[in-house]
Nanobody, 123 residues
Framework: QLQFVESGGGFVQPGGSLRLSCAAS????????MGWYRQAPGKQRELVAV???????DYADSVKGRFAISRDNAKNTVYLQMNSLKAEDTAVYYC?????????????????WGQGTQVTVSS
């Protein structure tokens, strides 16, 4: 059973960058598609980026061109590079895993949620 520990969040000004990390425990990390979600106060959790088992990435329209997801199977870690950050990117960010098709459209979180990492974008 996978477990996740997210890190790398913080406070950044609009236009800035952050790199989030999600370390997964468990020997079957490479067999899962991985995704990054975010949840802003008072809003539903939103899937923003997916990287498939084969390292093909897919993004929600709200972050396309600004965020980049990647994975390192040797380290059981998935990353989210966030550039050109906006105030509306403020949220708690979580990672999760899926064993399906590895796209934004079909990704379904299958594992218990970690504690997340807070990203705050403000001037």
């Amino acid at each position: 059973q996978l477990q996740f520990v997210e890190s790398g969040g913080g406070f950044v000004q609009p236009g800035g960058s952050l790199r989030l990390s999600c370390a997964a425990s468990g020997s079957i990390f490479a067999s899962y598609n991985m995704g990054w979600y975010r949840q802003a106060p008072g809003k539903q959790r939103e899937l923003v980026a997916v990287v498939s088992r084969g390292s093909v990435s897919d993004y929600a329209d709200s972050v396309k061109g600004r965020f980049a997801i990647s994975r390192d199977n040797a380290k059981n870690t998935v990353y989210l590079q966030m550039n050109s950050l906006k105030a509306e990117d403020t949220a708690v960010y979580y990672c999760n895993a899926d064993s399906g098709y590895g796209s934004i459209t079909y990704f379904i979180a299958r594992v218990s949620w970690g504690q997340g990492t807070q990203v705050t974008v403000s001037s």
